[in-house]
């Protein structure tokens, strides 16, 4: 993941903060961000294993948690209903 947090009003900052603590990703300031700068988290995240590894575990982790797997429910069957609005 490469996240820019736009607003501090709410937790994207910690958030961010949070995806780089745990090696899932990196961080950018999008005010002060460079086409190059994006380019170079890109090839970092791509070249670096550890990345797609840490979210497996992350995901695995969340797995086995019974709350993820009735939202996961939920969202399914949100998404397979036939919802007009």
């Not at 501090?8 to 958030?15: L, T, V």
């Not at 999008?30 to 070249?47: F, H, P, V």
């Not at 399914?76 to 609005?85: E, G, I, P, Q």
Request: aromatic letters at 8%.
């Amino acid at each position: 993941m490469i996240v820019y947090p736009l607003s501090s009003a709410i937790d994207q900052p910690g958030n961010a903060a949070r995806i780089e603590y745990h090696g899932m990703g990196l961080r950018g300031n999008i005010r002060k961000e460079t086409a190059a700068g994006i380019l170079q988290k890109t090839d970092s995240i791509i070249d670096d294993p550890v990345y797609k590894e840490r979210v497996i575990q992350m995901r695995d982790s969340y797995t086995g948690y019974e709350g993820a797997k009735m939202a996961s429910g939920i969202i399914k069957s949100y998404l397979n209903s036939d919802v007009t609005a």
